[in-house]
């Protein structure tokens, strides 16, 4: 089968624009749910949570910040930073296949930092155990909530094991 060669330039990025604009569906959008937006996408990233949450709200006419906090409250969409660091916002079935996927690599870029900060296995593995202790039954909580737990649990150690949980 003989390939296509495309010169640069060959398309116009008049018609190139709008199509990503139509594709990502920011010129038109048939969706009524952040569930939605986010299955047609795979994902959503953002800088930071309003970002990401403005990023959903633009591919949903008349959607309300309301309308994407009560998807997230719901669990039909879930923030999570498997990739560089980044919010993102998938689907709930997908975050175990995502984080088996990118935590290899990015427990090798933090190696140097663990290994600085004296993070060991039993410091992530108390981190764990807080953690899952305080988002019991669905809670949730802000990063300076866990940072008081942490350091109610281990005055010691508060810096460390806050370090532990953002670095897991």
């Known amino acids: 089968m ?3 060669n ?3 330039g060959a398309m116009p990025a008049l018609p190139v ?7 990502q569906q920011i010129t038109q959008s048939g969706f009524k749910t952040p569930a939605q937006v986010r299955g047609w996408l795979g994902g959503i990233q953002g800088q930071d949570y309003s970002g990401a949450k403005w990023s959903l709200g633009l591919r949903l006419p008349g959607a309300t910040d309301h309308d994407i906090e009560k998807a997230i409250e719901k669990g039909s969409i879930v923030r999570t930073w ?6 993102h916002f998938v689907a709930a079935s997908d975050v175990h296949w995502l984080m088996a996927l990118t935590a290899p690599r990015n427990i090798a870029a933090n190696a140097r930092l663990r290994r600085e900060l004296e993070l060991d296995q039993q410091t992530f593995g108390r981190s764990a155990e807080i953690l899952i202790k305080a988002l019991q039954g669905g809670q949730q909580r802000i990063r300076d909530e866990l940072h008081a737990l942490f ?5 010691r150690y508060a810096g ?9």
């Open 6 to 8: 495309i010169k640069a």
């Open 2 to 4: 003989p390939t296509t």
């Open 82 to 87: 498997p990739m560089r660091g980044t919010l």
């Open 160 to 168: 460390l094991l806050g370090k532990a949980a953002e670095i897991c």
């Open 151 to 155: 350091a109610r649990a281990a005055q």
């Open 17 to 23: 624009t709008a199509l990503r604009l139509h594709n």
